[in-house]
Every structure is written in C-alpha cells, then in structure tokens.
C-alpha cells in the first residue's frame, strides 16, 4: 500500500472533470473531455492525489498495452507495456514528491504485471519537470514522437540484465534492478523505528498501529524514491551504486528494507546539506543545523524494496552477520551478503 494515493477508476473521477484542475489538460489536448469519457466507460483507472481541502491534486492515468504503436513513424513496442496516458502535479500538493510517488506505484505495477517497457507521451518543453524526473529514473526521450510529443520509454526487463555499466547508472536505467555482485560494497545501516516510520511509510510493521500521516509533519518524505539518511557514522567509504540494508532497531530488530546509494557526500555546512536533502529526510533545518556542528555524512539512495520478510536479529546473530546490536553503519563482507540473500529468500 503506498500512502497519500489512491487508485481509482477514471469514470469516479467525472464529478471533478468540471473543476480548475483540468483547465490546463483541456487546453493542452483538444477534445480532452470526450477522450476522458469515452476512457472512463472503457474501465481505466487513475492514480490520484487529493489535497488538504479533499479536492484533486495530482493524477497519473494508465493502462496496460500489448504491441503498441508508439510514434508518428509506427515503432512498435513488443510485448506489454504500461502506459502513463496523463500525468499531471497540481500547485496544490507540489513539493510533497508526488511524482515519484506516481513513478513508485507505476514501478511497482510493472513489476507484479510484468510488463517489459513503462512509456508516456509528453510536452518537453512545456513540462521541464516531468522531463527531469523522467530521465533521473531511467526514461529515454529518444525514441521519436508521438502527435507532436516526445516519447518517453523505460525499460523495465523481468530479470537483471547483464550489462557492464556502473552501479549508480544500472539501477537508474533498470530500476528496480540493481548491481549486486562482487565489486559493489554493501552496508547495514541501523534506523531507530520513529525515523523508519517517516522514510518508510509503505512499510507494514508488525508491531505498531497504521502511521497517522495527517498528523505528521513529514509525512510526505517517504512519497520519494529517492531519500536521504543524515549520520555521523566513522564510514568514509561509501560511494554511489553501493547497496544498502536497513536495519528496524529498538522495537522490532529486523532488517527490513533494501536500498541502493545515489549520491555520498561528507559537510558541515547545513544550508549546503539542507539543500541537498530537501524534502528527502526526517531532519527539520534547526535539526540539521545542530547535526552539523561536527561532519555529518549525507547518504542519498534509493529505496528498491521491503523484504515480504524481514529478518529478525536472531537469525542475524546465527548467521554471523551481526555479533551484536549494531550502533552505527556496519560493512558487510560478500559472504555475509550472500548469506543475507539467503535468509531473505531472495
């Protein structure tokens, strides 16, 4: 389940079709409100985002596709794909990452409907941002146009492919795949069940009752792919395309979830470490700002996954991955990764 969206069918949506927030749709796409109707009755469905005051903000509409035309020139993609048909962010929730979010469930459906190829057409110039999130997770423009649209496709492979590109580059072009073998170091970081609870929203704990994320300041963090863990762990060998393994302390003392690491960077400045984690970490500014009186290590990555089961320390502990609770960021050898890999059957 992934918080603050809903996925609805379109023709639930035709009381809203009549407000501000398809104006610029409408303006963009002649006849748009025939098309929306005549999708609606055919059973297609959205995913959407309502703002504080319950009215529409934000909507992705998609659908599955089977050998579909793609361009003006006929290219043809084979098999199925997922396409994102409209995909707009509304004023009224930006900067709660809700693009990502609609880019986490697209994901995420490719991946349970194995579908080969996620593709959108769009207005480049007209939506600089959609074209920038596209292409940090992996969309290529180039395959040509569509009506007078650039055409964006990902390539999502059931399996990993084996290609010899560096690990930061893998993940971003095949995500959620990701680089593993050998010559990528892994780590396990600790993460107190507070701060698990805010990166991890989507994450069904076992032992505490539903996140009530109206009430929390920071809900909207974990609506990102990307994310940010601010330490002062000793570690200083942490590079991009490193895999990660978090680790639920105090409550439940499992380890959860699995990432991979975008970006790694060692400052004291906090305007300069602020910047860099906008909207992607639990910290406040004023929490920054006293984290930063000393070198605080700045760890961008992206989430790939939950384990369907987590692994409890005790199970850890007998495999010799950990020997103890660990307090900081722990470097794994490749047996203890592989180990890992075991008991989380995967």
Known sequence: HLPNIEDVPLYSLSPDLKGAFFCSLREDYQDFNNWFTKKAREGRRAWICRDDHGNLGAICIYAEQVDERITDAGEVLPGKALKLCTFKVG????GRKIGELFLKAAFRYATEN????????????KQNYLASLLADFGFSGNSGSYGGDVVWIKKHPEIAPNESINAKDFVRLYYPHYRQDASVSKYLIPIVPAYHDILFPDYLSPTRAQLNLFENPQRHVGNAIKLAYLCHTQTKTI???????????????????????????ISADSAEISAQVSRRTVYSYDQIASMARKEVKVILFRIIKHLPSPIPF??????????????????LN?????????????
Request: aromatic share 8%; proline share 3%.
């Open 114 to 125: 194995r579908c080969l190829n996620i593709f959108i057409h769009g207005n480049a110039e």
């Open 314 to 331: 005790k199970e850890l502990k007998k495999r010799g991955i950990l020997s103890g609770s660990p307090q900081s960021i722990v470097k």
């Open 239 to 265: 590079v991009p395309g490193d895999v990660i393994l978090f680790y639920r302390s105090t409550d439940e003392k499992m380890l959860t979830t699995i990432g991979v690491v975008d970006d790694f960077s």
């Open 334 to 346: 490749e047996s203890k990764y592989r180990s890992f890999l075991d008991a989380a059957g995967i």
């Open 91 to 94: 004023d009224s929730v930006r």
